[in-house]
């Protein structure tokens, strides 16, 4: 078989050798014309050859680095792996706050052709306005979200339209929920959708619970379709660490329960309570209302966000007294066994006039506490200088924040000593002109409780890893601890007056079997801002008690402002409620009772030189 | 020759043949391992709404009232019934954990 020509004009040399043989010498003309294609067919293809080889070296060499980063970055697709955060839990383990997976629907407007018709189909299925949503399908952009955290029925709904596939598409987020609902809201606080933390332990933890989110790159073919997930690449989401709290949420219940039924017999501006263990600081408890339900943000009033415990400031009356006796005590401006004078109910102070509810001639120390007499107070007060009274209130951590790291809180007013007028002595000794926040009253208190030892409040226990690494995180969980009173003074005052307060003074609806409760009651004037006056009718009531007496292990304070179902007396508004959280509480928490008489023991004169010896 | 050829051509087919082999082992292996991977996250979220849905039904707020008034219907009836449907059933069960 004869190979066939390589090029069909040029013959066989054979054939060529032939015919030069039998027809004689081909003509001159006719061989130049067939060397002249060569030369042409020879040239193009090395041209062509060239052109080929030049592009390969633009293309692999000159462009290489750039086209292979546009080709690795048309085939893959970084993929974004949220991290879920971490959880907060209450301190028996019970979950606070979770999150768990939800699926957003987003659209990809440039990829719809009919926004009108798909517009309509969409809000069918998923309940959402057509014409809002048209609007949205028919804007460029190439990504816009349609319904954010869709239910099973939602997803069951639009799968069945039937969309494009390369038109839409699902994300997993994390949603936020508070399985206990609207308990320890204001402790709490929320995430909004997008997961940003708003107020609360959410925000004052964010750098705990926020996590670190991971990335997985994924290769794609050329039309978009996933085709190999290379495990090398993947940098696994960390979640967030989980937050064991303070708080126990049946003493949280019972602390809520009792604000709800104090608003409705009350309905007062706004009411708070709080629960705390004297000993250590925790706060077992925290209310407020008017609240909030943190599954259901939408639509809830301004009134309703505010933690009425940390945020919210007024002049606390007479549970600030025990304060002023424990300063002068502790420097022996007076004597637990002295009689002060009370004037007979009416006194003139500077330019001021004090009265007492009931008029008064000698009282003991005690019995100026237990009947909350402010011309007694005043005396008491006035025995301290300036400056002694306010380095007494100042130890009690009142003007400063008490360093509990929620975010709202605010330090109240204490004004320095140079701002004070001729009578601020006799103000600030029975309460006024000294503003203070709920949680500031009960951390005060504590320290009474506590023989004298502040101890700073907390919330948070610990992370759920424990380690110790993870712990230094939480700074809000480390304890600060400092002398406010004498030891003594301390412990007269919490097992002396303020028991007899709960026996037979102005808190006897607080008296409970069993337990040796003690307490004092608070009634405040408000200040009216439109006259500058104090208002005769504006009260802020309040009651602390605790138990047992001996050894506190509870105290609560409720506090409301602006009752308005007739009567304002802390020892009628606010004591019955702060008593059956007090109740409650030391019988969960399996406190033994202490005192069957429930009476008082001695008289006021005989107990000073039982309690204080100095 | 015809001989070395031949083995050689069956070698080459076998390497080939063993290798298609492996990666399609190793591919199973990998839609394996992405198929549990999933599963895996599936499960965890599962678990995280169940634990969700646990504790809003056990919350105290829900319960505390009723445990507090000693109505406790719920729980008697939740628990005779579970008595009544799988009484036999937990009785042999039961008997089986006994013995082993």
Redesign the interface.
């Known amino acids: 078989m004869a190979a066939e020509p390589l090029d069909p004009l040029l013959p066989e040399p054979a054939e060529e050798a032939n015919a030069e043989s039998t027809a004689g010498p081909r003509p001159r003309g006719q061989s130049a014309q067939i060397r002249r294609r060569r030369g042409v067919i020879v040239a193009v293809i090395s041209l062509c050859s060239l052109a080929v080889a030049a592009r390969l070296i633009q293309l692999q060499v000159i462009q290489s680095a750039r086209l292979a980063e546009r080709g690795t970055r048309q085939k893959s697709y970084v993929e974004a792996l949220p991290a ?1 955060p971490g959880d907060l839990l209450d301190r028996n383990g ?2 606070l706050a ?4 939800s699926r957003s629907l987003f659209v990809v407007p440039e990829k719809i052709s009919d926004p009108w018709p798909s517009a309509q189909r969409l809000g069918r299925a998923l309940h959402l306005d057509p014409d809002r949503l048209c609007d949205r399908l028919q804007s460029e952009k190439k990504f816009t979200w349609v319904k954010r955290r869709l239910t099973a029925e939602d997803e069951q709904a639009f799968r069945a339209l039937g969309l494009p596939a390369a038109a839409w598409g699902l994300r997993d987020e994390y949603v936020r ?1 508070y ?3 609207a ?1 320890a809201a204001h402790i709490l606080g929320l995430r909004d959708v997008d997961g940003n933390s708003r107020g609360g332990l959410e925000q004052s933890l964010e750098a705990v619970l926020r996590g670190c989110p991971g990335r997985r790159t994924l290769y794609r073919d050329a039309r978009g379709r996933v085709i190999d ?1 290379p495990d090398d690449t993947d940098i696994p989401p960390r979640p967030g660490r989980s937050v064991v709290t303070t708080l126990d ?2 003493i ?2 019972y602390a ?1 329960r009792e604000l709800d039924r104090v608003v409705a017999e009350w309905r007062p501006h706004g009411v708070c309570a709080l629960v705390e263990d004297p000993s250590t600081g925790e706060i077992l408890a925290m209310a407020s209302r008017p609240a909030f339900d943190p599954n259901r943000p939408e639509g809830v009033s301004e009134d309703a966000w505010m933690n009425r415990a940390i945020a919210w400031t007024y002049e606390p009356g007479s549970t600030f007294k025990p304060f002023v006796v424990a300063g002068a005590l502790e420097r022996g401006r007076v004597r637990p066994d002295e009689e002060i004078d009370c004037a007979g109910g009416e006194t003139r102070l500077a330019s001021r006039v004090f009265h007492d509810t009931h008029p008064y001639g000698l009282l003991s120390v005690a019995d100026v506490l237990v009947k909350s007499s402010n011309i007694g107070m005043s005396r008491i007060g006035g025995r301290l200088s300036n400056g002694e009274l306010f380095a007494t209130i100042a130890s009690f951590g009142f003007g400063r924040s008490t360093g509990l790291g929620l975010p709202g809180e605010i330090a109240g007013t204490l004004r320095p000593v140079k701002q004070w007028s001729s009578y601020s002595n006799a103000s600030l000794s029975i309460g006024q002109e000294v503003a203070v926040t709920p949680l500031q009253m009960i951390t005060a208190h504590s320290a009474l409780a506590n023989g004298g030892t502040m101890t700073s409040p907390k919330l948070v226990l610990r992370t759920l890893d424990g380690s110790s690494s993870a712990d230094a995180d939480l700074p809000l969980a480390t304890p600060v601890v400092s002398r406010a009173a004498d030891r003594e003074a301390a412990r007269w005052l919490v097992a002396g007056p303020m028991r007899d307060v709960v026996l037979r003074g102005t808190g006897t609806r607080a008296n409970l079997p069993g337990y040796s409760v003690f307490g004092k009651t608070g009634t405040a004037q408000k200040l009216d801002t439109a006259t500058g006056a104090y208002s005769a009718d504006k009260y802020v009531s309040s009651f602390l008690c605790g138990a047992p007496a001996a050894n506190p292990r509870v105290i609560v304070l409720v506090v409301v402002d602006e009752p308005s179902g007739g009567s304002h007396f802390g020892g009628t508004v606010a004591a019955p409620a702060a008593a059956e959280i007090l109740r409650q509480t030391l019988a969960y928490l399996k406190v033994a009772p202490d005192d069957s008489s429930g009476q008082p023991h001695e008289t006021t004169a005989q107990r000073p030189a039982t309690y204080f010896k100095r | 020759m015809y001989f070395r050829f031949g083995a050689a051509v069956v070698l080459a087919v076998l390497v080939a043949v063993s290798g298609i082999a492996i990666e399609k082992r190793c591919l199973m292996l990998r839609r394996a391992l992405s198929r549990d991977r999933y599963r895996y996250e599936g499960l965890c979220d599962l678990y995280a709404r169940q634990r969700l849905q646990t504790q809003q039904l056990g919350a105290p707020a829900r319960l505390l009232e009723a445990l507090e008034s000693s109505d406790k219907p719920i729980i008697a009836r939740s628990h005779s019934a579970r008595e009544t449907s799988r009484g036999p059933q937990v009785a042999v069960e039961s008997g089986v954990d006994a013995r082993r």
């Open positions: 879920p019970r979950v979770t999150s768990v997976v929920r399985p206990q609902g308990l997930v949420s049946i949280q219940v809520e």
